[in-house]
């Protein structure tokens, strides 16, 4: 047998595959004994992928998967039918001679599925590495496989309480110290609620507008000054205009005014700002770090330097998550892969990361001014993969009320109509504001909280008594 046909052999089996799907057709119940290793990615042959859905479908709804009721269901089907329809199904079951292994045919076939798809990636990545890919990222994504292996290995990984116990009463005691801090947001309502720890890694989501950026270079800045490691991956912003925004929150002036000619007052002291802000442990990524690879790879590169200061890389920001490269036939796939392969990151860097994300578009569109708060977003407007909410530890939503009481984004009453007194009282009420809402908290609270901000200086402060608090 030459090469490739040993590899072909050992990476599928359509012979495999027709065994599976005919011992659960024969009987529906050894569908749960194999339900939690195989899934419909893992079979090769296009047909049976599709015949193993609709398997799935049907029973997760307790209904009785049949060769009658597939046959009817997969009629439009045209390889199904190529294979000869109801007839190729009858067949699967009457050649199912062992239904009482489906549990090894699953194991087996989720086997092959790992083989081929490791194949798969080294195959493009030694393509890349002929091709001029840097070395770094190439190992950063080797690191990444192996995680990622890790996690889906058979091979049981078990402690016992009493280690885990220990564990916790150390970092507890870390904590105690002060040797083990979350991030440092300069919110201290948010804080109160929900910790930015090590290891971990928080969606930050909302509309165009919104704040999103401004508020995560509001919390990378307030981190920075306390002495916090920061890295920053802006692959929508170029870097001189990320270090205008991070220059105005300290100087106080519209990060806007910044493209244009200002008095020599206004221009002193935004040099004063840049060199109170030169030692900052505050590094932006290249735009050409635009996979995670290269995320990780420069992570690595940051954190060491950061270690020659004495210091430790404790945020990684990135904005954001839907432009980050991946690997995957279509967008979905690419962005599912990003937001699991981000998890890797934080525990990689022993950091915290923040990756920023659209929500759907459609919430920005109202017809009315008191539609506001229909436009409020949650776990279900997370544009573009459902690993968006299920991969990351937290995911918070910024919300700005003011943004859709604003003309022209709403028309008022006009003033003396029955609704003009309502208008001005939600204006007013939410002038200057914006909400910050905990959409999912895998170790805290969910719920919202309210801070002032001020988006021209990416400022955001505690609403104590209505007046700005600024952290630094």
């Not at 072909?8 to 569908?31: C, F, H, I, K």
């Not at 089907?77 to 050649?95: D, P, T």
């Not at 984004?409 to 007194?421: A, I, K, M």
Request: hydrophobic share 40%.
């Amino acid at each position: 047998m030459n090469t490739q046909a040993a590899i072909s052999a050992a990476t599928q089996s359509p012979e495999l595959e027709q065994q599976l799907l005919g011992a659960v057709l024969s009987n529906n119940d050894r569908y749960h004994e194999v339900s939690a290793i195989v899934r419909v990615e893992h079979f090769f042959e296009h047909t049976h992928a599709a015949i193993w859905k609709n398997i799935a479908t049907r029973i997760e709804r307790d209904h009785v998967v049949t060769p009658v009721t597939l046959a009817s269901d997969l009629a439009a089907n045209e390889a199904l039918q190529s294979l000869g329809g109801a007839r190729y199904l009858l067949n699967l079951v009457a050649g199912s001679t062992a239904g009482f292994a489906a549990k090894d045919y699953a194991i087996d076939l989720a086997e092959m599925y790992q083989r081929r798809t490791l194949a798969g990636r080294f195959e493009q990545l030694a393509e890349d590495l002929r091709t001029g890919r840097a070395a770094d990222d190439a190992a950063a994504e080797v690191e990444l496989m192996m995680m990622e292996r890790a996690e889906l290995s058979a091979e049981p990984r078990t402690m016992s309480f009493n280690q885990a116990q220990m564990l916790m009463i150390e970092e507890m005691h870390e904590i105690k110290e002060g040797r083990r801090v979350g991030v440092v947001t300069g919110l201290r309502t948010l804080d109160d609620i929900i910790s930015l720890s090590a290891q971990h890694y928080t969606i930050l989501a909302g509309s165009t507008s919104m704040g999103k950026t401004a508020l995560a270079l509001h919390v990378a800045f307030t981190a920075a000054r306390a002495g916090q490691g920061v890295g920053f991956a802006s692959l929508e912003m170029p870097e001189k205009d990320l270090s205008k925004r991070v220059n105005s929150i300290e100087s106080g002036l519209a990060y806007e005014t910044y493209g244009r000619a200002m008095s020599e007052q206004s221009f002193r002291k935004v040099v004063e700002t840049a060199k109170e802000q030169q030692g900052l442990p505050f590094e932006v990524f290249s735009e050409r770090v635009r996979d995670v690879p290269a995320i990780l790879s420069e992570g690595k590169k940051l954190a060491r330097k950061m270690e020659q200061r004495g210091l430790k890389l404790k945020l990684l920001v990135i904005d954001y998550i839907q432009l980050v490269r991946g690997r995957g036939p279509n967008r979905l796939e690419i962005l599912s892969q990003v937001a699991n392969d981000l998890k890797q990151v934080a525990k990689q860097l022993d950091c915290h990361v923040v990756a920023l994300a659209q929500v759907d578009r459609t919430l920005a569109k109202l017809d009315k001014w008191d539609q506001w708060p229909q436009a409020r977003p949650g776990l279900p407007h997370l544009r573009g993969s459902g690993d968006l909410e299920m991969a990351p530890d937290n995911v918070l939503f910024i919300f700005r009320p003011e943004y859709f009481l604003t003309p022209p984004r709403c028309t008022p009453p006009p003033e003396g109509h029955d609704d003009w007194l309502d208008y001005k009282a939600e204006y007013e009420e939410w002038k200057g504001k914006a909400e910050i809402i905990i959409g999912k908290a895998r170790m805290g609270e969910i719920g919202s909280v309210t801070v002032g901000c001020d988006l021209s200086v990416n400022r955001f402060w505690d609403l104590d008594d209505g007046q700005e608090r600024i952290a630094f």
